[in-house]
Each structure stands twice: as C-alpha cells, then as structure tokens.
C-alpha cells in the first residue's frame, strides 16, 4: 500500500484547508479493510493523533485539540481519505502524515502510531497571519 498525502499549505488563523491521502492498493476492495487516520509532527516533538475512522467512516475519533473543527472522511471509490479543516488556529501547524492499519476499529489501538503499517509522505501545514 502507498499512500499520497496533499493539500497542505500556509493559511491564515481562522481559515480552512482540505488534506488528500490518495491510496495506492493491489486490490481496490483491499482498501475497506483498512483504518485510516491521520497524525501530525512539529519538528523536534512526537508524532501525534489527529483523526481516524474506520471503513466506511460510519464511525470517527479525535484528538480533543481539534473536535468540532476537523472532520476525517473517505470515498473508498476513490481510495482516498480526507481532513477537512477549519478554524485553524496556529497551533495546528505541522507535518501531517496519512496512515493505514489493518487492526480492527473496535481494538481501538488507532490512537498509536505503532499500530499502522502504512504511511505517507506528509504535507506541511503552516497557520500564521
């Protein structure tokens, strides 16, 4: 599995910005069976949870920083996963990093990094005025 992540950019406080993660899978309907999410990385600090959801994104998880300001969803048409956000303020800029794991939503282990074997290249997001 490859993962593509884009959309980052600069955007002032309070704006909005879109994130792709376009998924590269050998069988198309391979791609349901994975939890997909999203983390984010200020330089010299930790990787961080930011969003998950499972299959069909019927059910969603946030880090507390960002509930009711992002929204994780998928079109699995498309092998595509998607972090709407708005309301950006400047602590949310980062590397933000796309990821899969095959563990099941119900584990719910997708709040660990450790738990997804596939990563993207990450995307910058930048939030200053």
């Known amino acids: 599995v490859q993962l593509q992540a884009s959309g980052g950019g600069l955007v002032q406080p309070g704006g909005s910005l879109s994130l792709s993660c376009q998924a590269s899978v050998d069988t198309p309907s391979h791609y349901t069976s994975f939890v997909m999410g999203w983390f984010r990385q200020v330089p010299g600090k930790t990787r961080e949870f930011v969003a998950a959801?499972?299959?069909?994104?019927?059910?969603?998880a946030y880090t507390d920083s960002v509930k009711g300001r992002f929204t994780i969803s998928r079109d699995n048409m498309k092998e595509t996963v998607y972090l709407q956000m708005n309301n950006l303020k400047a602590e949310d800029t980062a590397i933000y990093y796309c990821?899969?794991?095959?563990?099941?939503?119900?584990?719910?282990?997708?709040?660990?990094?450790?738990?997804?074997?596939?990563w993207g290249q990450g995307t910058l997001v930048t939030v200053s005025s």
């Open positions: 959801c499972n299959w069909n994104a019927g059910s969603t």
């Open positions: 990821a899969a794991t095959s563990i099941a939503w119900y584990d719910n282990l997708w709040l660990s990094e450790k738990q997804y074997q596939f």
